[in-house]
């Protein structure tokens, strides 16, 4: 099974000039906690919740998301086997991945969305027991 099968396609992003707070209240309205940064159009980075709280209002509230995104953006391509996702998930401790095609992000894959495939389960859980170690 491939990354295509089970990402979620419907994906909301945030543009790299965006406020610390902007972002926040995107996470807030659509549930979620992690966000690909654009700048016209291609991926330069990624926030997390905790990246705005520990990083942002910690130490630099009112400042814009560059100053305070993940800039290396580890991701994958729809081809990617759901394995191999799983496996990357857990060699560099993340939980999501951005899905890239032709510098587009077209999707994202979880650990969850993994999980739901029973041919990755194993690998998806392997993922989250290495993520979970310190």
């Known amino acids: 099974m491939n990354v295509r ?46 990246d705005v709280v520990i990083r942002g209002v910690a130490e630099h509230q009112g400042k814009q998301i560059d100053q305070i995104m993940t800039h290396k953006v580890i991701n994958v391509t729809p081809d990617t086997t759901s394995q191999e996702a799983a496996a990357l998930m857990a060699e560099q401790q993340v939980r999501r991945l951005p899905v890239i095609e032709n510098d587009k992000v077209i999707g994202m894959v979880s650990l969850g969305d993994l999980a739901v495939s029973t041919q990755s389960n194993d690998q998806a859980g392997d993922a989250l027991t290495d993520i979970s170690q310190p």
């Open 5 to 50: 099968d089970v990402m979620t396609k419907d994906v909301v992003t945030c543009d790299k000039n965006d406020t610390i707070e902007q972002v926040a209240s995107i996470m807030k309205e659509q549930d979620i906690g992690i966000l690909p940064v654009l700048d016209q159009g291609k991926i330069i980075g990624m926030i997390s919740d905790r």
